[in-house]
């Protein structure tokens, strides 16, 4: 039932231009060109040299068409998942003005069903379909993830934090006119439902790039709040940008986006590769340093002792009370496998009971197991603090050699 409901939504949440405003067509040579529909000339920019037109194989079965411009001086390559109502040839123009003025290469694709793209449209069918843009990016450009900003455009979002969840290492994510979910766009609820189509509520928090939120205060198309909500919960948050007045599909024309937007891929450009691993430890929480590596961490006392855990079970506990004296520098394993609590405060190397040797002190022997016998006859002597042992004392104050029935010490 949620299937069908899922699929019922989805043909009124794409919406593909009819007819398709470009054609692919291969030239004598091999290489493919996109044609206009409206005449028989190739697209401007079509003879141009760094443009590559692309048919690629997504693992749904689709064959999807993208465009990759190369710029000779980019150091970094935008993935661009445009909006509804629009394909490749309506955006080409665009592509063209971002590679100039942000100094990138640009890849954009039309998603399975739009433009000279097979298949249907669908959520699945263009979570396939980024991937298998994202798989050519490294398989035949050599880009890695640390590379790529993803540009996510109004329903271009979905797709966009599909793959930024994914991907830990990447170098930042742009949403623009960004949606919380299909059915927020619609009723405006504040839950999710089963059939509901992108999800990006859930996915923004596991996306540990910078995000960089774009957003027209006068949208009435997907409100600002989408905008503001997502911003809010990422985990790496760039400064947003709300243009005042923007709608939903004019943020291109106010020069704060093109300002704002430059500035973010010359920060993300200068962001070195320790200022990424700072950050990518700060969003795992995990311990700097070289000790990272290792999987037992150490503990410092509150005697200042460095311990390493589990040396000692009761010094597991950085405010461990036994540990409070000195003598926690002799704190070893039990020697009896049947002790479950060993003794901090004793120096002895062996243990023959069934029972643990609790302490009852911080430095003396008074053990509520620990009595002292002669043959099978308590003798009632009990052990003392060892500050008053002496050399050679081995005997009780009751003149009878005692061996302890808990541990091999001599009694005091």
Known sequence: MGCCISQLAAKF???????????????????LVAVSTTSSLPLPYS????????????????????????????????????????DLGQLYDLFVQLKANLGVNLIGY?????????????????????????????????????????YGQSVGSGPTLHLAARL???????????????????????????????????????????????????DDVVSWLHG??????????????????GGHCNLELYPDYIRHLCRFVQDMENMNTQIRLKKIRQTLRLPKGPKATTAKSSLKCCCGIELRWPNCLRCSAPSCLPCSKPSCSHCSKSKCLECPTPSCCFKSASCSCFKCLSCSCFSC????????????????????????????????????????????????
């Open 228 to 245: 503001d909500g997502l911003w809010k919960m990422s985990r790496d948050p760039y400064e947003p940008l709300w243009i005042k007045g």
């Open 365 to 412: 022997l008074s053990c509520s197991c620990f009595k002292c016998f002669s043959g099978s006859q308590s003798q009632g002597c009990q052990p003392r603090c060892p500050s008053c042992l002496k050399p050679g004392v081995t005997k009780c104050s009751c003149g009878v050699r005692c061996s302890c029935w808990c541990i091999s010490l001599p009694c005091c």
């Open 110 to 150: 039309d998603y399975s069903g739009y433009g000279a793209s097979s298949g249907k449209p669908s959520e699945h069918n263009t979570y396939a379909d980024i991937e298998a843009v994202y798989e050519c990016l490294e398989t035949q450009y050599g880009v890695s993830q640390e590379d790529i900003i993803l």
């Open 47 to 86: 003879d141009d040299g760094s443009l590559d037109v692309l048919l690629l194989d997504t693992k749904r079965g689709n064959k999807i068409v993208a465009f990759y411009l190369r710029n000779p001086y980019a150091r970094l390559t935008v993935l661009y998942s445009h909006g509804n109502a629009a």
């Open 168 to 218: 830990p290492r990447l170098r930042g994510v742009v949403l623009h006119s960004a949606i919380l979910s299909g059915l927020r766009v619609l009723c405006h609820v504040k839950f999710t439902l089963c059939f509901d189509i992108y999800r990006n509520i859930n996915k923004i928090r596991k996306v540990k790039s910078p995000v960089l939120v774009i957003h027209g205060t006068e």
């Open 13 to 31: 949440a794409f919406f593909p231009p009819s007819p398709a405003t470009y054609q692919v067509k291969k030239r004598d040579d091999g290489k």
